[in-house]
């Protein structure tokens, strides 16, 4: 079973950064793409970015040049790096490996 723990939310002014983390735990025989989600509030659920276990990514065209994804394979840990943030980025973001997903972090951008 894969364990998925999520950290990096919070409060952050527009125009600001914040960091997001997901560390993977467990049995990780999964080669799925490892990705993020963000639902904003009373909106669907929708991919932002994701990676391949070999570092292929793919980025949600709203935030191309903001956010940035990476994996760190040694520590089985994938990084949101979130730039630039603006009023339709605030949501719950959740990460997720094959069927498994982190419990989702709250994110909110003040004016």
């Known amino acids: 079973q894969v364990r998925l723990e999520e950290s990096g939310g919070g409060l952050v002014q527009a125009g600001g950064s914040l960091r997001r983390s997901c560390a993977a735990s467990?049995?990780?025989?999964?080669?799925?793409?490892m990705v993020w989600y963000h639902q904003p509030p009373g909106k669907q659920r929708d991919m932002v970015a994701a990676?391949?276990?070999?570092?292929?990514?793919h980025s949600a065209e709203h935030v191309k040049g903001r956010f940035t994804i990476s994996r760190d394979g040694a520590k089985n840990t994938v990084l949101l790096q979130m730039n630039s943030l603006k009023s339709d980025d605030p949501g719950v973001y959740y990460c997720?490996?094959?069927?498994?997903w982190g419990q989702g972090t709250q994110v909110t951008v003040s004016p």
């Open positions: 997720t490996l094959g069927t498994a």
């Open positions: 990676i391949t276990e070999g570092g292929t990514t």
């Open positions: 467990g049995e990780i025989f999964v080669t799925a793409p």
